[in-house]
């Protein structure tokens, strides 16, 4: 079966300091990657998205990047964080082959505090 | 562009009582509409999708959903709210982008199940 993992699960860092999350995927071969954030514990945004490695589509203008070094394993990166940045990430994963009915599966979320 | 809309922000149900939580859609095209739970501080998790067929839609834990093309809704049901239940439920429409899918999410809605 398919697990996604996602790391760390909680991460309080300084303005202006780097950030770096981590999701991989097992048990499935390229699949459809994506970050969201989820602020004020209510509404999610579409952060990322990645159909392939280094294949990286941004919804939003901000100040995160996302990464895809190998198949199954995503990154969300920022060189200076900003107070703004606090939120929920949640990474996500679905099945590659085009349908409009795959279904997209959630990791466990990580907690960002920027103090 | 796809929609999602959950008027209610929290929903009360006693115990045992049955409970509906709502969702209306705007899409272009067929809808493809999904159900998530969010217990705190965790990530969403998957509970049912209507892509075609049967109006009426099961899923995990005694939840099912009924699609209305007329109404364009897709509300939640179960027939006898468990305090487990307890939770945040978003609803979500597939949007297709660049041949792949996206999910845009409804605002949220709070379910509280009182003893």
């Known amino acids: 079966s398919q697990t996604i993992h996602q790391w760390p699960a909680t991460l309080v860092q300084p303005v202006g300091s780097p950030l770096s999350l981590e999701c991989t995927v097992e048990?499935?071969?390229?699949?459809?990657l994506y970050w969201y954030r989820q602020a004020a514990g209510r509404g999610l945004q579409l952060l990322f998205y990645?159909?392939?490695?280094?294949?990286i589509s941004s919804e939003v203008p901000q100040n995160l990047s996302a990464s895809r070094p190998q198949d199954r394993q995503f990154i969300l990166s920022s060189k200076k964080l900003l107070l703004s940045d606090s939120g929920f990430y949640l990474c996500?994963?679905?099945?590659?082959?085009?349908?409009?009915?795959?279904?997209?599966?959630f990791g466990e979320g990580s907690w960002l505090t920027v103090v | 562009a796809q929609s999602v809309a959950q008027p209610e922000d929290q929903v009360n149900v006693a115990e045992g009582n049955p409970l509906t939580v709502k969702c209306t859609y705007s899409?272009?095209?067929?809808?493809?509409l999904f159900w998530y739970v969010q217990y705190p501080n965790r990530g969403l998790q998957f509970l049912l999708k209507?892509?075609?067929?049967?109006?009426l839609v099961k899923g995990s834990y005694g939840f099912e959903a009924e699609f209305n093309k007329s109404q364009t809704s897709f509300h939640l049901k179960k027939p006898s709210a468990l305090v487990s239940d307890s939770a945040l439920y978003f609803c979500?429409?597939?949007?297709?982008?660049?041949?792949?899918?996206?999910?845009?999410f409804g605002a949220g809605t709070r379910l509280a199940v009182h003893p």
């Open positions: 209507y892509i075609t067929g049967d109006n």
């Open positions: 048990g499935t071969s390229n699949p459809n």
């Open positions: 979500a429409v597939r949007e297709l982008s660049g041949g792949y899918n996206k999910l845009i």
């Open positions: 990645s159909v392939g490695i280094g294949q």
């Open positions: 996500a994963w679905s099945v590659r082959k085009e349908s409009s009915g795959n279904t997209i599966y």
């Open positions: 899409v272009s095209g067929n809808p493809y």
